[in-house]
């Protein structure tokens, strides 16, 4: 990470009053957020920036915005373990490359996107996203821990069915979100 861009990340800080220091704080912060959590069990999208936190995309700020917009179309209960578990990382543009030394991993599971992910249309960037976390969500494998590795058929058949099911997911959460948006809409008078 190039020197300005720290700099910018402690702006950053001040201005949101968010820290580093993730690890202790952030489970006061998001029992504190719990008691927003409305009848609908979804939280909105400023909560979730904040739950994040900076380290969560690694300072990637406009990553951390995108992916507050888009939890919240997955239920509460899920965006806390994701938040807890995992980091969405995604390839600075303006770098080569980037070294991230296991200690600040913390045994984290990782949702990695590609820099084209911002010019996705609205639609596909929510799919790209939830996608990967339904991936974590349901625990699955990457294919370098497949059985029969040797077997491309065996681990295209392991491949094929993981990737059907993140989708049905996908599918599930965005329908029973779209169901409670719905519930929220005030009827409609006379006609
Ligand atoms: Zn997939």
Redesign the pocket.
């Known amino acids: 990470m190039p020197i300005g861009k720290l700099a910018d990340l402690n702006a950053r800080s001040k201005r949101t009053t968010l820290t580093f220091l993730w690890e202790g704080q952030k489970v006061n912060h998001l029992e504190q957020r719990r008691g927003l959590i409305i009848e609908n069990k979804y939280y909105d999208a400023e909560t979730i920036y904040d739950m994040q936190g900076a380290f969560f995309t690694m300072s990637d700020d406009r990553l951390r915005h995108l992916i507050a917009q888009v939890f919240t179309k997955i239920p509460a209960g899920v965006v806390d373990q994701v938040i807890d578990d995992c980091l969405y990382l995604i390839q600075d543009p303006e770098e080569g490359g980037t070294y991230f030394p296991n200690t600040i991993l913390k045994n984290k599971h990782i949702c990695m996107f590609a820099y084209p992910l911002f010019d996705e249309p609205k639609k596909g960037k929510v799919f790209t996203i939830l ?1 990967e976390t339904a ?1 974590y969500y349901l625990k699955h494998k990457s294919p370098f821990e497949f059985d029969n590795l040797t077997d491309p058929n065996s681990c295209g058949k392991q491949y094929n069915k ?2 059907k099911e ?1 989708d049905v997911l996908v599918d599930k959460w965005i329908k029973d979100w779209e169901n409670s948006q719905a519930k929220l809409r005030p009827k409609k008078k006379g006609g």
């Open positions: 996608h991936h993981q990737e993140a």
